[in-house]
């Protein structure tokens, strides 16, 4: 229990009372009577102020947490007192964690803008405080429990009690994009978040039916021994495929760990770049599983880590995040050679192969052009890569001393070595998409759905 500072003040008013005592010895009876009845008070609002086990306290949150976004965390608080109370609610979500509503914070006087606003609890009406939290990495974590603090009737005292709310939490990767996408989906609103419609063009490889000759035919559809036996032209329709192959790289070597300073990244925390693309790689699974076709996923560093053969369903999205919500970046050289050996030997259908990897310069970046070129022929193959703002920032500042000067020059040759390594792939046959952090999930989703609409899988 603690003293509300108008309790302090009435105590203290004790003083002066018995100070006075000394000119006339009478007040030193009525200072002490003025104690014991502050003292009554104090008591007396402590008795009347509701007891712990009048409160209820609970959390809401979702069991898997979105790297790179706001998460909602609801509490709930109830009275079941038959008084209103004056109260504050504190969460102890994990000390890793980064929150916008610091006030439900039990270390906000740790924060500049801490700010602790009570509420008031009515008797039998519940009241439900939102917060957000950000995580900064994937991983097993776990809320602490939840703490309220509550003003007695006369405003004399506080009581606080902690409520036991201690649950495990895990962080997978950004997982509400794709709950986003799937409300935006179900309104025909997906222009509103970046996605573009795509209509399936072509004519398809698949043998549908035979009809008449329309004005507008093409003469290569034209089906010459049907319109023998029938006397009139007769052409082929074909029907586009709706069921194809999508094979997902990830790289999870040295190149990957890196974090990208994304201005549009509110969270507080700079995501690696392997975050990025596993974000975008479980968009394009569960985009790709929505219309019918096939995925599947290889990881790879200095040698494969993960495997997961093409499959069709939301059943192999769910493998996906299970798989994907471990994997790591390591400080290793990544070993192309082995990853497209591997999936040489375990996939040969043609397919999309999409490669989430960065560009180096030197070595690596030799061996990336080599292993890549061979693969284009049988495949389309689709290396989305980072680019880094710092870098293209760099590129463009105007040099305002001899350092900056140095810095400009190094940029423009990372800049200008990027832009050859892509444009030697994209001579080779091989499709390139180099963009920034915060735009990479919906360029990759936007160029598969191209890339569908034409039939070039």
């Known amino acids: 229990m603690l003293l509300t500072p108008r309790a302090l003040l009435l105590l203290l008013f004790t003083a002066p009372l018995l100070a006075l005592g000394a000119l006339a010895p009478l007040m030193v009876y009525v200072g002490i009577g003025y104690l014991l009845l502050v003292v009554a008070m104090i008591a007396a609002d402590r008795a009347l102020s509701p007891k712990p086990q009048q409160f209820t306290l609970t959390r809401q949150n979702d069991a898997r947490l979105s790297l790179g976004a706001e998460n909602r965390v609801v509490v709930r608080v109830e009275n079941n007192s038959r008084r209103a109370v004056r109260a504050m609610a504190r969460d102890e979500f994990p000390p890793q964690f980064r929150a916008d509503k610091i006030f439900l914070d039990a270390r906000a006087q740790q924060h500049e803008n801490a700010r602790a606003i009570p509420f008031l609890f009515k008797p039998r009406i519940p009241v439900e405080l939102l917060y957000h939290v950000n995580p900064p990495r994937r991983g097993d974590y776990q809320f602490g429990d939840l703490n309220l603090r509550w003003w007695g009737v006369l405003g004399l005292v506080i009581r606080q009690a902690r409520f036991p709310a201690r649950a495990p939490v895990k962080v997978y990767p950004n997982l509400l994009d794709i709950r986003k996408y799937e409300l935006q989906a179900r309104k025909g609103m997906l222009q509103e978040i970046g996605l573009r419609q795509a209509r399936m063009l072509g004519s398809g490889t698949e043998f549908e039916r035979l009809r008449e000759y329309q004005l507008d035919d093409e003469f290569r559809k034209i089906d010459w021994k049907a319109t023998a036996r029938r006397g009139k032209p007769v052409t082929r329709e074909f029907e586009t ?211 569908k609409a034409r039939g070039r899988i």
């Open 241 to 451: 495929e709706k069921s194809q192959t999508v094979m997902c790289l990830l790289d999870a070597g040295r190149l990957m760990r890196p974090p990208v300073n994304d201005a549009a990244n509110q969270t507080g925390h700079a995501l690696a770049k392997i975050d990025y693309s596993i974000n975008a790689v479980l968009m394009l699974a569960y985009v790709a599983a929505l219309r019918g076709d096939r995925v599947g996923l290889l990881t790879f560093a200095d040698e494969v880590t993960n495997y997961l053969a093409p499959r069709a369903g939301r059943g192999q999205f769910y493998k996906m995040l299970a798989l994907l919500y471990a994997v790591e970046s390591q400080p290793v050289e990544s070993d192309y050679v082995r990853a497209f050996s591997y999936l040489g030997a375990k996939h040969k259908k043609r397919s999309l192969i999409v490669i989430f990897s960065d560009i180096a310069t030197g070595i690596a970046a030799n061996t990336l052009v080599r292993q890549l070129a061979p693969l284009s022929p049988r495949h389309l193959v689709l290396l989305v890569a980072i680019s880094d703002p710092t870098i293209v920032q760099l590129a463009s500042q105007i040099p305002r001393d001899s350092a900056s000067v140095y810095e400009r020059a190094v940029a423009e040759q990372l800049v200008d070595e990027r832009t050859l390594i892509l444009e030697t792939l994209r001579q080779r046959g091989v499709l390139t998409l180099d963009v920034p952090a915060n735009q990479l999930t919906v360029a990759v989703v936007n160029k598969y759905l191209e890339l």
